[in-house]
């Protein structure tokens, strides 16, 4: 939502269009009905930009029913794309209707202008609904009272699984539930998997056993807090035995939270989400299990705010190595540490530039290889101005 919503912002910005606030997405597999004031605060988000881009909550009514293009902007596109394919149409319509909007823009060679205020769209604009602004803070209070905690988004859920064909740890049964509700969502595209093969190439979530096993190795005492930010872990606490006895204090908001203060939340999974999302970005440490849209985009404002501290667990390699613990060939201990830490010295958010396609990729993999915008937004939303000693400090403009 966050990264389509600022995409937007800033197509607007470039066509010198007015933007109608956003309908939210209610057909995917939570089936959320949630409007975008139940998730952020309008009334912010509009004043917040009244220098960039003109924002009205509805159509005017002169223009209800007015004829409208129905378009699906090209992917990950530059300006010039949107200067001379679209900005035309203004000549036959007068509204113009995006039927989707997350990777609309390109991540580079956008002028700095529009760099900058996607930047501000994103970490700034779109804060959330009080409501859940108010909550999230106190998760965030509740969680510190426990000490230094991790986030760690456990992309254990029922949807992850289904849709990447990951079965490693469940049982028969849990694996042909998996199978048939990714047969029976028809815009997931792919419905043969090999789990085995996924799981290899590192395209799986850690298991919570996993996730054990490597927050042991990198070296967190088992007295560490640590916060679920996720949904319903699937298979509930049969999966989470492992990760529970290595850390006990395991916190989520169903925890800290009472049953009434998440009441006006519990059915609306994008709000439950924004909570997890609050937390996970005040953490002292954050982990994602998978490298999905959450984990880029908390990752990514995480940077915003600072280089905060951010473990993006090498998958591939780890696999490789929890396989040969499991069959023997490698103890739990100094060694396995070692060995992780190394693979994970550079993975912990420190200031780098946004890393450009895989060499070798063309089309549009070459730009799906790109490292996403809104997960490091270095060096366009941040700068380095030279202190008197020379040293140089990250400021987010």
Known sequence: MRAGISDMVAVARMLNATLIIPELDKKSFWHDKSNFSDVFDEEYFIHSL??????????????????????????????DYYQDEIYPLWEHRQVIRVAKSDSRLANNYLPP???????????????????IEALGNLLVERMRSFGPYIAL???????????????????????????????NTSYWKVKDIDPLEQRSHGYCPLTPKEVGMFLSA???????????????????????????????????KEKLASAEELRPFRQYASQMAAL???????????????SGN????????????????????????????????????LNEGERL?????????????????????????????????????????????????????????????
């Not at 293009?69 to 596109?77: I, L, P, Q, T």
């Not at 600072?306 to 780890?318: C, E, V, W």
Request: proline residues 7%; charged residues 30%.
């Open 153 to 183: 988004h456990l992309r254990y859920e029922k949807d992850m699984l289904a849709f990447s064909g990951c079965t490693h740890g469940l049982s028969q049964t849990e694996s042909e539930e998996l199978a048939m509700i990714r047969e």
């Open 50 to 79: 009244v220098n960039d881009v003109k924002v009205e909550k509805k159509l005017p009514k002169e223009l209800v029913k007015a004829p409208k293009f129905v378009r699906y902007f090209k992917s990950w596109s530059g300006i």
């Open 294 to 329: 959450m984990a880029r985009a908390v990752g990514g404002h995480r940077r915003f705010l600072g280089h905060r501290k951010t473990i993006i667990p090498d998958r591939k390699a780890l696999v490789r190595l929890f396989d040969k613990v499991d069959g023997g060939l």
């Open 218 to 252: 990198l070296g967190y005492p088992s007295s560490t807090p640590v916060y679920i930010a996720a949904g319903e872990i699937y298979g509930g606490e049969s999966h989470m035995v492992d990760l529970l006895s290595r850390f006990p204090i395991i916190m989520n």
């Open 113 to 131: 202008d529009i760099q900058k205020l996607r930047c501000r769209a994103f970490f700034q604009s779109l804060r959330f609904a009080p409501p």
């Open 337 to 397: 540490s070692q060995r992780i830490l190394d693979i994970h010295r550079k993975r912990q958010g420190s200031p780098r530039k946004r890393k450009g396609p895989v060499p070798g990729t063309k089309g549009s993999d070459r730009f799906r290889s790109e490292e996403a915008f809104y997960e490091n937004p270095l060096p366009d939303c941040l700068c380095q101005p030279k202190s008197p000693a020379g040293d140089a400090s990250l400021v987010s403009i």
């Open 276 to 290: 997890d999302y609050i937390v996970s970005v005040e953490s002292d440490v954050f982990i994602p299990s998978y």
